[in-house]
């Protein structure tokens, strides 16, 4: 163990990884303890907000339409024109639902990046703009806003602070077995299997993976520069 240890920080101190020894036949980490594995990423706190600006979810988080119904928000979903009453604020979400699907809203038409998730009821209470038919999933899919309510401390307009916390899952939990994938390798749908094939080799939980999985999508390399 003390060998392992040893090897472990000498190649960390040079800048390399298991890989490098192992040439890719062992992929699961020695297990190391001590102070070196228990490097862990802070998340966002919420409540910091600006007049003017976009804000977004800090983690998932249970939000109610204007009926009362069920809108769960997931990390990084973005409200607009938004304001504060009390502890809550109300703002509205735009986003696009596969027809027959509905039960997800999507960030961008064909791309697979969560915003949220609704309830039955939620569902029929929704503004579409438009329908439109995507040749690439050969579906149609629904451009639509709906109005949310959600508590204050969930969410910020600190959309930097955000983006530095999902780097940083990245950077901490992804370079184990290998370097760092940056998030324009791959498509943002790409990213899904990417994500659900390597998290059980992390310490990473469930919000975190979630984090993880929309940062990457959000940065991948079909997506404008956020």
Request: glycine letters at 8%; one cysteine or more; charged letters at 20%.
């Amino acid at each position: 163990m003390f060998l392992i240890l040893s090897d472990w920080l000498q190649a960390q101190t040079n800048g390399q990884t298991c890989i490098d020894c192992h040439k890719g036949i062992v992929h699961f980490l020695p297990e190391v303890h001590g102070d070196q594995n228990t490097q862990k990423s802070s998340a966002v706190q919420g409540g910091t907000l600006s007049d003017g600006s976009a804000i977004f979810a800090t983690e998932m988080v249970k939000a109610t339409n204007d009926k009362g119904n069920e809108v769960r928000l997931m990390p990084y979903a973005e409200l607009m024109q938004w304001k504060v009453d009390g502890n809550q604020i109300q703002g509205t979400l735009h986003g696009w639902q596969q027809v027959g699907a509905e039960a997800v809203v999507y960030q961008e038409l064909g791309k697979r990046i969560t915003l949220a998730l609704m309830d039955e009821d939620a569902r029929n209470h929704v503004q579409v703009l438009k329908t439109v038919h995507d040749a690439v999933t050969d579906s149609d899919w629904k451009e639509i806003s709906v109005t949310v309510n959600v508590a204050k401390e969930k969410m910020t307009s600190d959309l930097t602070a955000l983006n530095q916390y999902g780097n940083q899952l990245n950077q901490t939990q992804c370079s184990g077995c290998h370097s760092a994938i940056g998030s324009d390798h791959y498509t943002a749908n790409q990213w899904i299997g990417v994500v659900n094939s390597m998290k059980n080799r992390t310490s990473l939980n469930k919000d975190e993976v979630r984090a993880l999985t929309i940062y990457l999508q959000r940065n991948a390399k079909d997506m404008a520069k956020q």
